[in-house]
């Protein structure tokens, strides 16, 4: 599955954290999943399997799939937004902070 922006995640600058690198890279195994096989499907071993660590690091970050799931559809979501403001101006900016609030990293 080509997922735009993926590689972006995963190619933040070589100072970036090894936690921060799993991170990005769960979150785009999250997304390729729910892409090829549907919400039901994404489990923590089938998400840990395509991100290339075991479940224990999953369950260290996030309490449950749910959590995982909505937090990485958040940073999907925001990743987006910071794209298409670099594209077509700040109004996207303007826009999400409408619906999401709350600050995030």
Known sequence: MHL?????????????SRGQRLTDAVY??????????????A???SIS???GTGKSSLYRRWPNVRALVLESLIH???????????ATGPSATAWSRAWLPYPRS
Do not use: C, F, H
């Open 28 to 41: 785009v195994a999250v997304v390729a999943q729910i892409g090829e096989a549907g919400l039901r499907d």
């Open 49 to 51: 399997k395509r991100a």
């Open 4 to 16: 735009p922006g993926a590689r972006q995640w995963l190619a933040r600058s070589p100072n970036a």
């Open 76 to 86: 999907a979501l925001e990743e987006t937004i910071r794209a298409t403001d670099r």
């Open 43 to 45: 489990t923590m071993t």
